[in-house]
């Protein structure tokens, strides 16, 4: 009896991965961060970030189609070319109409992916005209957040990750909750957007070769010392959203996450005046006040 009662717990647990992995918009509400046992991409919480959903089915769709008339093709060539069936084989060494028809039938399907493709880029880097423009800055290894402000004044602050005693103290004195603060996810900063605006994201880096990636938004752009680099995302929905560095770029690469918080209009005003009285200028940069937003 404890055998049978073990094998339908664990065969619910099973079944319980399985959902999470195909359905996790359903399963979890931490639909800005990757789940345990996920197979598909993070639920798309912008619209260029939706395109990319889109285009990866699509593409996915027409690859799987490709691949089943290649493997039937195959088949029927093994079955119908055998030695079996021809003991005498065949002297064609070439076939005009057949050598042009899988070189423009290619040729058509590259041109099928390239066309949605391009509109994918397009849609990624040309900016439309941006409610707020955040700066990023990419160091060994931390981020770096900067809110351009009026002439001759700057908002700036430090993002860094949360090691293990930080995040338990954090949850034990109530000023992050445990689900809102993922192992090597979680930051001391989180940057703070209000949704349903068009953010411009200006992307450099201090020192080495960063990635700036955040899958929701559907943002992934360089952060290459001395230039910059600008992307876009407008958030549909309220929430924290993570990323991190996907370039190799040192010893700590796999820590220097990425957290954007997306609030109301409302909460983003109060957090950003609460910001503004204690950071005057970039110079003051490093403190805490992403909690005025939760």
């Given at each position: 009896?404890?055998?049978?009662?073990?094998?339908?717990?664990?065969?619910?647990a099973?079944?319980?991965a399985?959902?999470?992995?195909?359905?996790?918009?359903?399963?979890?509400?931490?639909?800005?961060?990757p789940q345990?046992?996920q197979?598909n991409?993070q639920?798309?919480?912008?619209?260029v970030?939706?395109?990319?959903?889109w285009?990866h089915?699509?593409?996915?769709?027409?690859?799987?189609a490709?691949s089943?008339?290649?493997?039937?093709?195959?088949?029927y060539?093994?079955?119908?070319f055998?030695?079996?069936?021809?003991?005498?084989?065949s002297?064609?060494?070439?076939?005009?109409?057949?050598?042009?028809?899988?070189?423009?039938?290619?040729?058509?399907?590259?041109v099928?992916?390239?066309?949605?493709?391009f509109?994918?880029?397009?849609?990624?880097?040309e900016?439309?005209?941006?409610?707020?423009?955040v700066?990023?800055t990419?160091?060994q290894?931390?981020?770096?957040?900067?809110?351009?402000?009026?002439?001759?004044?700057?908002?700036?602050?430090?993002?860094?990750?949360?090691?293990?005693?930080?995040?338990?103290?954090a949850?034990s004195?109530?000023?992050?909750?445990?689900a809102e603060?993922?192992?090597?996810?979680?930051?001391?900063?989180?940057?703070?957007?209000?949704?349903?605006?068009?953010?411009?994201?200006?992307?450099?880096?201090?020192?080495?070769?960063?990635?700036?990636?955040?899958p929701?938004?559907?943002?992934?752009?360089?952060?290459?010392?001395?230039?910059?680099?600008?992307?876009?995302?407008?958030?549909?929905?309220?929430?924290i959203?993570?990323?991190?560095?996907?370039?190799i770029?040192?010893?700590n690469h796999?820590?220097?996450?990425?957290?954007?918080r997306?609030v109301?209009?409302?909460?983003?005003?109060?957090?950003?005046?609460?910001a503004?009285?204690?950071?005057?200028?970039?110079?003051?940069?490093?403190?805490?006040?992403?909690?005025?937003?939760?």
């Open positions: 009896m404890r055998f049978v009662t073990s094998f339908f717990q664990n065969a619910g099973v079944a319980a399985a959902f999470a992995a195909f359905f996790p918009a359903i399963a979890s509400a931490q639909n800005g961060m345990p046992y197979m991409l639920p798309a919480a912008t619209e970030s939706a395109y990319i959903h285009f089915d699509w593409v996915n769709v027409l690859i799987f490709i089943i008339f290649v493997l039937a093709l195959l088949v060539v093994a079955w119908r055998s030695e079996r069936r021809n003991p005498v084989p002297k064609t060494t070439h076939h005009a109409l057949l050598e042009v028809a899988w070189t423009i039938v290619p040729v058509l399907i590259l099928v992916v390239a066309i949605p493709s509109r994918l880029l397009k849609l990624q880097l900016v439309p005209k941006s409610d707020i423009t700066k990023v990419g160091k290894w931390y981020w770096s957040y900067e809110y351009p402000q009026k002439e001759g004044e700057a908002l700036g602050f430090d993002s860094l990750m949360l090691d293990e005693k930080q995040r338990a103290e949850i004195s109530n000023k992050i909750a445990a603060a993922p192992r090597l996810l979680a930051v001391d900063n989180e940057a703070v957007v209000p949704v349903g605006k068009i953010v411009r994201v200006q992307v450099t880096a201090a020192d080495v070769i960063h990635k700036f990636t955040v929701a938004f559907g943002v992934k752009i360089d952060a290459i010392p001395g230039r910059l680099n600008e992307t876009w995302f407008r958030a549909d929905r309220e929430g959203y993570y990323g991190q560095c996907s370039f770029c040192g010893q796999a820590f220097m996450p990425i957290a954007f997306v109301s209009q409302e909460r983003y005003d109060a957090w950003l005046a609460e503004k009285k204690k950071f005057a200028n970039a110079s003051d940069a490093g403190g805490k006040f992403a909690a005025a937003a939760r």
